[in-house]
């Protein structure tokens, strides 16, 4: 079975950019979260979608923004890049995300740098 | 408010011996912890996790202990092996008050150099 995939891998802009990132699950896992990795931050939450429908959202401001589609498949879109948005952004998948016992199981990330 | 705390931002341990990784909470919501190791340019992957219902949890050489009263969870790795070498994210959920989605709180890690 298929990893959790996220792509690019790498990705490079400048401020007041934006930039969309791609996420496609664990075939047959319909609930994918987002989280962003800094540098002694630890990773911090995002947004979780499930069938199309954001369930669950972080505290990060208005310019961060995801969806949802019907495979499954998620996108996140940072709008007016900001230096501070440099960062390790995963993707995780699960299969229905709404048990307390459930696993995440994580894509290797896209890295962003913001000039 | 970070409510869940790794309060050791990294650790060295000799080949053979015992590692131990601690982490603290501070929210009693959270009924489910979970550890997740992770290598330079690579997503975390899932190590081991404990139910609040249990006090420990063995997985090979990997155990997890949970003591509620003091809203502390360890992980010891015994023996420690160079491969061991990565950073542990210490996490935990609690259900989510909305539609049944939940959500993972991380700590912010310890880095993990085991000495051959």
């Known amino acids: 079975k298929a990893g959790v995939t996220q792509t690019p891998r790498y990705l490079i802009k400048t401020r007041g950019q934006q930039v969309t990132l791609s996420c496609s699950p664990i075939s047959g896992h319909r609930s994918v979260s987002w989280y962003q990795q800094t540098p002694g931050q630890g990773l911090q939450f995002l947004f979780e979608?499930?069938?199309?429908?954001?369930?669950n959202k972080g505290n990060f401001p208005g310019r961060f923004s995801g969806r949802q589609f019907s495979n499954s498949r998620s996108e996140m879109n940072v709008s007016t890049l900001e230096l501070g948005d440099s960062a390790l952004y995963l993707c995780a998948s699960s299969q229905a995300g709404s048990a307390t016992n459930e696993k995440l199981f994580f894509g290797s990330g896209t890295q962003l740098s913001v000039l | 408010d970070q409510q869940v705390k790794q309060n050791s931002p990294s650790l060295s341990v000799q080949e053979g011996r015992i590692s131990i990784l601690n982490c603290d909470y501070t929210?009693?919501?959270?009924?489910?912890f979970l550890w997740y190791k992770k290598y330079p340019a690579e997503g975390p992957t899932f190590l081991i996790s404990i139910s609040s219902i249990k006090d420990k949890n063995e997985d090979g050489r990997f155990t997890v202990f949970l003591n509620k009263s003091a809203k502390h969870l360890s992980l010891h790795i015994v023996p420690s092996q160079p491969g061991d070498s990565a950073v542990y994210f210490c996490?935990?959920?609690?259900?989510?008050?909305?539609?049944?989605?939940?959500?993972?709180?991380f700590g912010k890690g310890t880095k993990l150099s085991v000495i051959p």
């Open positions: 996490a935990a959920s609690a259900p989510y008050s909305g539609a049944g989605s939940y959500q993972l709180t």
């Open positions: 929210n009693s919501m959270f009924d489910y």
């Open positions: 979608y499930f069938s199309e429908t954001q369930r």
